[in-house]
């Protein structure tokens, strides 16, 4: 191996991938530099590093999303190049150029390929040129719900909104009809311009039963581009992959190789250089498969693909930014037995999968033959409310999918953790399964079709909800604190203050005083840990006050709402 024309990298982020590429780093010979909030002060990633910065705050926006705290912390320790992990700023132009420009290497893609891929709309374009088809939609940002509907009623029901500058499953509706045309659309520009600064939205057909099929591709600086097989991301809720394994099951092989074909394709035609994923919907009912999107750095699932092919990803990352060749052809990548990862968050699956931050007092991760663990927490860490609550991820191989899958359940049984709640129940459910064990799952065949039910609520301390109010066929949990008007007396208690479940940002108010409400009717919306949650009237009543102010903080347990009963005759 040629010498790194680097040898300090900077790691802008936190969690488990900051720890993974720490100990990349470490393995290379390259002192690995952390980055951290004050929340996180103590984490898993900071003891990990070679040297931490600190570089204040609490909410992403004044901390890791900050880009020039993180350019400071560059300049402090000395850092040469910067790996900013997944999520966050991976997948943003601007701080690319801010690296570049600082005199550092970047490791990632050329923004100009991340601005590329980044913009939908631009991608959509790009691919067809390079003869790759796109999931059927449009081209061009609709702002006018009368263009869904039009839309709707040329290509069939239902329709996806989606954000036009992001992914990650931000910015995401669904729209069945007409009629939900105007509130998906609001919503997800919304999301959209919370999560990526651009609330322009586009529109893709919707398929109901869809499997989410990936290509992980490598490319290097010298014109070599090579991809490793695809993953299967079918187990999702939200929007947000549970589940990931590696091949994709009861993918037909001609099928396989046109995405592999493709993938290849679309990394050449944005320039590509680096480690990234080219995603693709398909679908078993017509045996139809398009290109959705790429992700322009690493994978959360990308550990799926390394069981299977022996590629180190984030190593290759670091020896392409450092202007090595892949020192791979496509003739030696093989894909051997196969692999299964399981995300495990700090979340209650029997409580809509409610986030539980907290100090995690006791946390034994599994081991064995074939078993790895990339985790982000050990016992006595403190989980932050301030981010995605990703505790870590099991990776489970086997020579085949029966035994990877086998091996993943005894590991769900060894983990144990307390303090916070985990979605391991969750997740064994998913596995014991038959259409999982049998490859007829989709991409909202969690949400659809499993029954979670009977799940114990994790006993953990904080707000518990006392309502779990269903729309749409969708679970919310919302916590109602009771209380007696002035004035009251004895049985007149006819009050209820809705709170968040959750610490997050108040992004909407649905409601004013003095406004009658139906039970289930939409009261507010959350945003925290990727996600919008909204806040729903347990009861018919009428909006007594609004407790919190839109775009501020809220904390777990927060008065959101108050609400007062209808009389009752």
Known sequence: MSPFPFRVVLVANRGEIAVRVLRACRELGLTGIAVHSDPDAHALHVREADRAVAIGGSAVAESYLDQGKLLAAAAEAGAEAVHPGYGLLSEHAGFARAVTAAGLTWVGPPPEAIAQMGDKLAARRAVLAAGVEPVPGTVDPVADP????????????????????????????????????????????????????????????????????????????????????????????????????????????????????WAVAVAKACGYVGAGTVEFLWDPASGGAWFLEMNTRIQVEHPVTEAVTGVDIVAAQLRVAAGEPLGLTQDQVRVRGHAVECRVNAEDPARGFLPTPGTITALRWPGGPGIRVDAGYVAGDTVPAFYDDLLGKLVAWAP??????????????????????????????????????????????????????????????????????????????????????????????????????????????????????????????????????????????TVVGVRSAVGGPVAAGQIVVELETEEVP
């Open 146 to 261: 009368a263009e869904v509907v039009a839309f709707g009623e040329a290509n069939g029901w239902p329709v996806a909104v989606k954000a036009a500058a992001g992914g990650g499953g931000r910015g995401i509706r669904v729209v069945a009809g007409p009629q939900e045309a105007a509130a998906a659309l609001a919503a997800a520009s919304r999301e959209a311009l919370a999560a990526f600064g651009d609330g322009a939205c586009y529109l893709e057909r919707f398929f109901a039963r869809p499997r989410h099929v990936e290509v992980q591709v490598l490319a290097d600086g010298h014109g070599a581009i090579v991809h490793l097989g695809e993953r299967d991301c079918s187990v999702q809720r939200r929007h947000q992959k549970l589940v990931e394994e590696a091949p994709s099951p009861g993918l037909p092989a001609e099928i396989a190789q046109r995405l592999r074909t």
């Open 400 to 541: 085949d999918r029966d035994q990877a899958i086998a091996r993943m359940r005894a590991a769900l049984d060894d983990l144990a953790v307390e303090g916070v709640a985990s979605t391991a129940p969750a997740l064994a459910r998913i596995l014991d399964a038959g259409d999982f064990r049998a490859a007829r799952h989709w991409t909202t065949w969690l949400e659809e079709a499993l029954d979670l039910g009977g799940l114990a609520p994790a006993a953990t301390p904080g707000p518990e909800p006392d309502f779990q109010v269903t729309v749409g066929g969708r679970s919310w949990p919302v916590r109602l604190y009771r209380h007696r008007p002035r004035g009251a007396t004895g049985a007149a208690e006819r009050g209820g203050l809705v709170a968040s479940p959750l610490a997050g940002t108040l992004v909407k108010v649905e409601v004013a005083a003095g406004q009658r409400v139906a039970g289930g009717q939409l009261l507010a919306v959350v945003e925290a840990m990727k996600m919008e949650t909204p806040l729903l009237a347990p009861f018919s009543g």
